[in-house]
């Protein structure tokens, strides 16, 4: 299992990434243009909330797969937490947290995931998969805090 830290200040007002940050739109639209990442089930649209489910379909090293994920934990407009259902990991759990810190918000996600096929697995979670997550989360945090700064 590995964990991936990453954190980036915004100046806009912490209620306002919180709803950007749950926006699957915004998701889709904030990550890499390269993934052709889309929402194919659940929530499709808008925010999503306690207990609602998001299935994306996107092409991350190479593969085209699908990736469904339930809202677990919600605490707004402080904190939520999307689990794997279903998809490529053994299991994959998103924690975001926002937090007002002088006049702005620190957004910080906590990512850990664990990949299947054992030994194989826990070598590529290592070699590709930490720095492949990492990269994706701060472009993806880097997009979102243009959308949150311009409005």
Not at 75 to 96: C, I, N, T, W
Request: charged share 25%; hydrophobic share 40%; glycine share 6%.
């Amino acid at each position: 299992m590995v964990t991936v830290e990453t954190e980036v200040w915004i100046n806009a007002p912490l209620e306002h990434c919180f709803e950007l940050a749950r926006n699957i739109d915004v998701h889709t639209r904030t990550v890499w243009p390269r993934t052709k990442e889309r929402a194919v089930a659940g929530v499709t649209t808008g925010p999503i909330g306690h207990g609602e489910t998001v299935t994306f379909e996107a092409t991350h090293l190479g593969v085209r797969q699908r990736l469904t994920s339930r809202i677990t934990e919600y605490r707004a407009p402080y904190y939520f937490v999307d689990e794997m259902q279903r998809g490529a990991f053994k299991s994959l759990r998103h924690e975001h947290f926002f937090e007002r810190v002088d006049g702005m918000t620190l957004m910080r996600d906590r990512l850990t995931f664990a990949a299947p096929l054992g030994v194989i697995g826990w070598f590529v979670e290592r070699a590709v998969l930490r720095k492949y997550m990492h990269s994706f989360l701060i472009y993806r945090n880097e997009q979102l805090k243009v959308l949150a700064e311009r409005n």
